[in-house]
C-alpha cells in the first residue's frame, strides 16, 4: 500500500485548506482510512478518520471545523480544514488499516503552516 498526501502549505489563521490523500496498491479492504498530525515536539494525533466503514471519528479540538470525506472510487480521503488556527500547525499524515488487527500504513506527510 502506497498514501500520496498534497495539498499542505501556508495559510492564515481564519482561512481554509484542502488536504488530499490517494491510495494505491492493496486497497481491495480497507477497515479505516484517514489524517493525523504531528506537531513540532508533539506526539502524533488522529485528527479524523473513517472506521469500519462510515463510521467517522475526529479529535475535539477539531470538530466543527475539519471534515473528513472520500471518494472510493478513487481510493481517496480528503480532509477540509476550515477555521484554521496557529495550533493546528503540524505534519499532516495520511494514514490507512486493512484490517482492524493491522498497524496503520503511512504516507508521506504533507506540512501545514498557519499564520497568526
Known amino acids: 500500500v502506497q498514501l500520496q498526501a498534497s495539498g499542505g502549505g501556508l495559510v492564515q489563521a481564519g482561512g481554509s485548506l484542502n488536504l488530499s490523500c490517494v491510495a494505491s496498491?492493496?486497497?481491495?479492504?480497507?477497515?479505516?482510512m484517514g489524517w493525523y498530525r504531528q506537531a513540532p515536539r508533539k506526539s502524533r494525533e488522529l485528527v479524523a478518520v473513517?472506521?469500519?466503514?462510515?463510521?467517522?471519528e475526529y479529535a475535539g479540538s477539531v470538530k466543527g471545523r475539519f471534515t473528513i470525506s472520500r471518494d472510493n472510487a478513487k481510493n481517496a480521503v480528503y480532509l477540509q480544514m476550515n477555521s484554521v488556527k496557529a495550533e493546528d500547525t503540524a505534519v499532516y499524515f495520511c494514514?490507512?488499516?486493512?484490517?482492524?488487527?493491522?498497524?496503520?500504513?503511512w504516507g508521506q506527510g504533507t506540512e501545514v503552516t498557519v499564520s497568526s
Open positions: 473513517f472506521i469500519n466503514g462510515s463510521n467517522t
Open positions: 494514514a490507512m488499516k486493512r484490517h482492524w488487527y493491522d498497524v496503520n500504513y
Open positions: 496498491g492493496s486497497t481491495s479492504n480497507v477497515y479505516a
